[in-house]
């Protein structure tokens, strides 16, 4: 009798990616001719990402860059949740948080799709901020990792703990 396959769809963001992608926005706000005298600058705040500068113009400019960097080290901007810029005093904030695990409504919006357009005999059951996909056939596993990847899901999917 054979055992199920299976594997987990979580939603986690690699800290020293975005990190890294921080510290490369940093230096080419600070570089860049267009950013000099408007006090530009992107730095951790806590556990959110902080950008600051002069105008509402030019926060977005460095939102943009951060933005680029970010997908350039392979981090899905659906893991990034920004607010609009904000004027506080004399200049503008963006403040930018990482979402991270599957919450409870878009978990069961995954196991929805999985079931209605999903291989029959695929079983779902969510953990935590996880959930875990379990098959007796890998060709069902591999459709539904197909189908969850084409999903329209505002959340960052990753697949692990395939066996």
């Not at 600070?30 to 556990?47: L, N, P």
């Not at 695990?101 to 357009?117: S, Y």
Request: charged share 30%; proline share 2%; net charge negative.
């Amino acid at each position: 009798m054979p055992s199920d396959s299976s594997f987990d769809v979580v939603s986690k963001v690699d800290r020293q990616e975005v990190d890294n992608a921080l510290n490369q926005a940093a230096k080419e706000i600070s570089q860049r001719y267009d950013f000099k005298g408007v006090g530009a600058d992107v730095r951790w705040s806590g556990e959110s990402i902080l950008m600051v500068a002069s105008s509402e113009d030019r926060v977005n400019a460095v939102l943009d860059v951060l933005q680029t960097k970010l997908i350039k080290r392979g981090v899905s901007l659906k893991a990034l949740d920004t607010s609009e810029p904000l004027p506080s005093g004399k200049e503008y904030r963006i403040t930018a948080t990482l979402k991270e695990g599957l919450e409870q409504d878009v978990a069961k919006k995954i196991g929805k799709i999985i079931r209605d357009e999903g291989p029959k005999g695929v079983k779902t059951q969510v953990t935590g901020e996880e959930m875990r996909v379990s098959s007796k056939s890998r060709d069902d596993l591999q459709e539904v990792i197909s189908l969850l990847k084409g999903a329209d899901l505002d959340v960052a999917l990753q697949f692990v703990n395939y066996r």
